[in-house]
T-cell receptor, first 109, second 118 residues
Framework: LAKTTQPISMDSYEGQEVNITCSHN???????ITWYQQFPSQGPRFIIQ?????VTNEVASLFIPADRKSSTLSLPRVSLSDTAVYYC??????????WGAGTKLIIKP | DAGVIQSPRHEVTEMGQEVTLRCKPI?????LFWYRQTMMRGLELLIY????????DSGMPEDRFSAKMPNASFSTLKIQPSEPRDSAVYFC????????????????FGEGSRLTVL
């Protein structure tokens, strides 16, 4: 199972683009990279998933380089409501996900 | 759909008492997961079911913990007897890997049950 390293915390300001990078040096060939968001007192919520290159949806983009040893979650024009913990999860199945400490993102006005 | 529904949202009990947490997964989902979240250990998978059958319970801390899924729309996590170190937020999640866009299946979490054992 791929071990991940991501910053424990990050600060940014409203309207800025935020990039959170996660390293997963021993990612397996079959692993996808999934990111979840968790607000206080709520369960985690799926944000985005990708295998390689770039994936974009209505809330975020995910950049994965060719070697797939890292991935970057990009949140465009953040708002206060984006303050949350963000988890990077490599894996090929839901039941093999290892949830690390995540990155606590604090958005300031 | 109302999403994954957990009850109770909060429970305070005394050491030695039995605790039962309940979960109703999203209709049609064939996987159900129980997680525990604490500040010290983060989010840990306790057990998961596929089509109501327990597949992996290696995350269950000890014999005091048990989980059942008598049908596709209901699951319970029981702690007997409870201990202060069981205090945590317990999440239930469900997913479907059939017909979904995401190949690993998106996990849908409930709002959790916050357990405090005194």
């Amino acid at each position: 199972l791929a071990k991940t390293t991501q910053p424990i915390s990050m600060d940014s300001y409203e309207g800025q683009e935020v990039n959170i990078t996660c390293s997963h040096n021993n990612i397996a060939t079959n692993d996808y990279i999934t990111w979840y968001q968790q607000f206080p007192s709520q369960g985690p919520r799926f944000i985005i998933q990708g295998y390689k290159t770039k994936v974009t949806n209505e809330v975020a983009s995910l950049f994965i380089p060719a070697d797939r040893k890292s991935s970057t979650l990009s949140l465009p024009r953040v708002s206060l409501s984006d303050t949350a913990v963000y988890y990077c999860l490599p894996g090929d199945s839901n039941y093999q996900l290892i949830w690390g400490a995540g990155t606590k993102l604090i958005i300031k006005p | 759909d109302a999403g994954v529904i957990q009850s109770p949202r909060h429970e305070v009990t005394e050491m030695g008492q039995e605790v039962t947490l309940r979960c109703k997964p999203i209709s049609g989902h064939d996987y159900l997961f129980w997680y525990r979240q604490t500040m010290m250990r983060g989010l840990e998978l306790l057990i998961y079911f596929n089509n109501n059958v327990p597949i992996d319970d290696s995350g269950m801390p000890e014999d005091r913990f048990s989980a059942k899924m008598p049908n596709a729309s209901f699951s319970t996590l029981k702690i007997q007897p409870s201990e202060p170190r069981d205090s945590a937020v317990y999440f239930c999640a469900s997913s479907s890997t059939s017909g979904g866009v995401q190949l690993t299946g998106e996990l849908f979490f409930g709002e959790g049950s916050r357990l405090t054992v005194l």
